[in-house]
């Protein structure tokens, strides 16, 4: 925990892959997520993360090689791909990244069947407050361009339009749109 009682960020010391599910399901659940196209870079950019995660429940020496591979391609997805999704950020499952390009995740988690679009960007919204990140529920989906800052809570279900900029929790199912970001409504509703 931290000074002001929220739970510490993952580390990364440890494979935070979704539990229950072996890192080959995972990988085939992604390809499917993907519309089972394997030239997608939000898939790659998800099996590099999945792998890194995966690497970390390996045992000395072989964990050093694989994490040379995984810095790797890291840095090709954010240079080819234009997606940052370090491995430390839990990722749930059925994650989808729609489109590539302007993509940047620092988030305390991310929950299933999300959907992120291009220029997405989600994390700290000031320096001082490096504990700061978001997190998202399940179910998420998340228009183009949108911004995510801060120690917020996106609820399960709900929709983040285009360019908007959330700086305040968005309550399940709720559609959250503008800059700064306001509640037009429930999805459904």
Same mark, same amino acid.
């Given at each position: 925990m931290t000074q002001d009682g929220r739970a510490k960020l993952p580390d990364g010391a440890r494979n935070a892959n979704p539990p229950g599910i072996s890192f080959r399901a995972l990988l085939r659940e992604d390809y499917a997520a993907h519309g089972r196209d394997w030239t997608s870079q939000g898939f790659w950019a998800l099996f590099w993360h999945r792998f890194g995660n995966w690497r970390m429940g390996l045992r000395q020496p072989w964990r050093a090689p694989m994490t040379l591979v995984y810095r790797t391609m890291y840095k090709a997805c954010q240079i080819f791909g234009g997606i940052e999704l370090?491995?430390?950020?839990?990722?749930?499952? =059925?994650?989808? !990244?729609?489109?590539?390009?302007? $993509?940047?995740?620092? &988030?305390?988690?991310? %929950?299933?069947?999300?959907?992120?679009?291009?220029?997405?960007?989600?994390?700290?919204?000031?320096?001082?407050?490096?504990?700061? =990140?978001?997190? !998202?529920?399940?179910?998420?989906? $998340?228009?183009?361009? &949108?911004?995510?800052? %801060?120690?917020v809570t996106v609820g399960d279900g709900a929709v983040i339009g285009a360019n908007a900029v959330v700086l305040r929790d968005v309550p399940e199912g709720a559609l959250a749109v503008g800059v700064p970001a306001r509640i037009l409504g429930r999805r459904g509703a």
């Open positions: 370090p491995y430390s950020v839990p990722v749930g499952r =059925r994650v989808k !990244i729609e489109h590539f390009g302007g $993509i940047v995740i620092s &988030a305390r988690g991310i %929950g299933d069947d999300v959907i992120l679009r291009q220029n997405t960007t989600m994390g700290i919204a000031r320096t001082d407050e490096p504990f700061g =990140r978001p997190l !998202i529920r399940d179910r998420v989906d $998340i228009g183009v361009g &949108a911004v995510i800052l %801060g120690p």
